[in-house]
């Protein structure tokens, strides 16, 4: 292949005199895996992620470095393959010393103050980034997700998010944190076209593109001795990662004469992000494989969310996904990968909307309700009882019932299962309360003080 490129080359040179030097450039080009997504897919799935994060993570709240790293990222945008998609971007600085940074699909960009201080100057720092900005151009992200539903069949990974709202979507309905992990697991595939693409945008946007492997260089001696940066658990490393950029490097004809490494803005924006106060590191998000450690303990402070047919509050240590006029609520590390690869909820309570074949005037009609709910859901968790029957209770003063169910928990042995039913215009409002079995007395209290909050708009 390449002899034909060169043999071309060689022809035209003869034929026509005159070739233009971008000609002779054979660069990589990058073909974005299969993916079954669409971009507007992207961006909502990034939004929706980038909405918890923000919550979650410490911003840095400095508005000098988020104007700076937007410049230094929009100018490498205007460089990006995007394929004629406009994404949103956005980026931010994260208060956390750690050497990482990651991108959402559909272009949200987050950046450990860690990173941009282990830079050397803006070429590095500029190298980062554009390793990110071409995961999402390459829409690496959503191509993981679209491996795992394959994988898994019709169920479908996002489907509590963007499928019915029957029953049987219950139990994924808090993917979006478990996504947030699936969306960030890179294969070593993915890191290596980020890496080149990211060497060839830094090329094209004027940086001498040898920041890029001198960042890896940079990583790998804090690798020394300690635990590897983050960063590599998120970006795993590919064989002769450093090699594989200096070979791009070679194929863009090495770095301009000109080629910018450093500016007086970075020196600057590098000075006050280590001044920075630092803040109480915060767990990753990214939910561990199953049977992975457990989650914190719920926090006695409390968030509130605001949803369309209720508010409720819950531990301010616990992160929420909205979908489908319901919402889930999890801990770090509460929802866990799958045998499948999909993201499954094993700590947390999922609150659903669900239609409900009644009449309104049966005065049996929660009864019956329930009971089609719980069909739903053992249509698809075929190992979901009953373990005590509905018994009365009033949530927010209204009639509700109340039923503890069992199930295999994605964590490994047996859930607790609290489900709580009321009628709602739209159907029957469930609240589900999940804990592996044998850690569920440390949560019972904590469920029934979140459903203590709950207030059911008319
Ligand atoms: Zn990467």
Not at 7 to 33: D, E, I, N, Y
Not at 97 to 106: E, Q
Not at 244 to 261: C, Q, S, T, Y
Not at 339 to 351: E, K, T
Request: aromatic share 8%; glycine share 10%; proline share 7%.
């Amino acid at each position: 292949m390449p002899g034909r490129v060169v043999r071309f080359l060689l022809v035209c040179a003869a034929s026509l005199g005159v070739c233009t030097p971008s000609l002779w450039a054979q660069r990589t080009q990058l073909k974005a895996p299969w993916n079954m997504y669409s971009p507007q897919t992207d961006v909502q799935l990034g939004k929706q992620n980038a909405d918890v994060m923000e919550k979650r993570l410490p911003l840095c709240n400095d508005p000098r470095v988020d104007a700076y790293l937007t410049k230094l990222g929009l100018r490498l945008v205007s460089k990006l393959p995007t394929r004629g998609v406009q994404y949103p971007w956005e980026f931010h600085c994260i208060n956390d010393k750690s050497i990482n940074a990651f991108a959402l699909p559909g272009g949200y960009v987050f950046i450990n103050r860690g990173a941009i201080e282990v830079a050397d100057n803006e070429a590095q720092l500029a190298a980062v980034m554009a390793h990110e900005l071409s995961h999402v151009a390459l829409r690496h992200g959503t191509a993981q997700a679209s491996k795992a539903q394959l994988a898994q069949g019709a169920a479908g990974i996002f489907g509590g998010l963007f499928g019915g709202s029957t029953g049987g979507d219950l139990l994924t309905e808090g993917v979006a944190l478990g996504a947030g992990g699936l969306l960030l697991r890179y294969s070593r595939g993915a890191e290596t076209q980020a890496d080149v693409m990211g060497t060839q945008v830094l090329y094209d946007t004027g940086y001498d593109p040898r920041a890029m492997s001198q960042f890896f260089e940079n990583l790998e001696a804090e690798t020394k001795g300690k635990n590897p940066p983050q960063f590599l658990s998120d970006h795993p490393n590919p064989d002769h990662r450093v090699e594989r950029v200096d070979e791009e490097i070679d194929k863009l004809r090495g770095p301009a004469a000109n080629a910018k490494r450093d500016s007086a803005e970075f020196e600057a924006i590098k000075r006050e992000v280590l001044a920075l106060p630092v803040v109480k590191k915060i767990a990753p998000l990214s939910a561990p494989s199953g049977g992975g450690t457990p989650p914190p303990p719920p926090s006695s402070h409390f968030s509130e969310y605001q949803g369309n047919s209720f508010t409720v509050k819950y531990p301010d240590n616990w992160g929420e996904s909205e979908g489908d006029g319901g919402a889930s609520f999890a801990p770090t590390g509460g929802v866990v990968q799958g045998s499948n690869g999909d993201g499954a909820l094993a700590y947390g309570m999922i609150v659903s909307v669900n239609s409900a074949q009644v009449d309104s005037n049966d005065t049996d009609a929660l009864a019956k309700a329930t009971q089609q709910l719980i069909r739903a859901l053992q249509k698809s968790n075929p190992n979901l009882r009953v373990t005590q029957q509905s018994a009365p209770v009033k949530l927010n003063g209204q009639p509700g019932f109340s039923t503890y169910l069992s199930n295999d928990s994605p964590a490994g042995g047996q859930e607790t299962d609290w489900l709580i039913t009321v009628m709602h215009a739209n159907g029957v409002l469930s609240f589900l309360c999940v804990a592996p079995q044998t850690a569920y007395s440390d949560y019972d209290k904590t469920f029934s003080a979140i459903l203590d909050t709950v207030r059911l708009s008319k």
